[in-house]
């Protein structure tokens, strides 16, 4: 199966940014973000353990709410966007098995290069919004 860790660098390239214009979208449908920025009420006179549990299970909730969001919530959307990662389109999603895209997604996830240029891709997202904010 054809993933962004074994295609060509034009192929690579239109597909990528057909994923992050999905992942945009799929971001604010899940709120991903927001759920993760979460934080525990914690009473000002609680102990470091204390903290550090209600931190913990804080982690924990979000973690579950992000995987209820994203596999729950927006089924469609998520597999859409595992789809892109295999160069599947949306309507094609049918013909194929879960397996097929997992073992792609492990292919990509352990691709240094493919992980290092998303990763560049986020930070200069990053930049763009506090220079946008500043401005």
Same mark, same amino acid.
């Given at each position: 199966?054809?993933?962004?860790?074994?295609?060509?660098?034009?192929?690579?390239?239109?597909?990528?940014?057909?994923?992050?214009?999905?992942?945009?979208?799929?971001?604010?449908?899940?709120?991903?973000?927001?759920?993760?920025?979460?934080? @525990?009420?914690?009473? *000002? +006179?609680?102990?470091?353990? &204390?903290?550090?549990? #209600?931190?913990? =299970?804080?982690?924990?909730?979000?973690?579950?709410?992000?995987?209820?969001?994203?596999?729950?919530?927006?089924?469609?959307?998520?597999?859409?966007?595992?789809?892109?990662?295999?160069?599947?389109? @949306?309507?094609?999603? *049918? +013909?194929?098995?879960?397996? &097929?895209?997992?073992? #792609?997604?492990? =292919?990509?996830?352990?691709?240094?290069?493919?992980?290092?240029?998303?990763?560049?891709?986020?930070?200069?997202?990053?930049?763009?919004?506090?220079?946008?904010?500043?401005?």
């Amino acid at each position: 199966m054809k993933t962004l860790a074994n295609c060509n660098p034009k192929e690579f390239l239109v597909q990528t940014n057909k994923i992050r214009r999905h992942v945009e979208r799929w971001l604010s449908l899940t709120k991903v973000l927001e759920i993760r920025k979460r934080m @525990p009420a914690i009473d *000002e +006179n609680a102990t470091p353990d &204390e903290r550090r549990k #209600a931190v913990s =299970e804080q982690i924990k909730k979000n973690a579950n709410d992000v995987l209820s969001a994203v596999m729950e919530e927006h089924p469609d959307e998520t597999a859409e966007l595992l789809g892109l990662l295999c160069f599947v389109d @949306p309507e094609d999603l *049918e +013909n194929h098995k879960m397996t &097929e895209f997992l073992g #792609a997604f492990t =292919e990509i996830v352990e691709s240094p290069e493919v992980i290092g240029f998303f990763t560049s891709l986020m930070q200069l997202g990053e930049m763009n919004t506090s220079a946008s904010a500043k401005g």
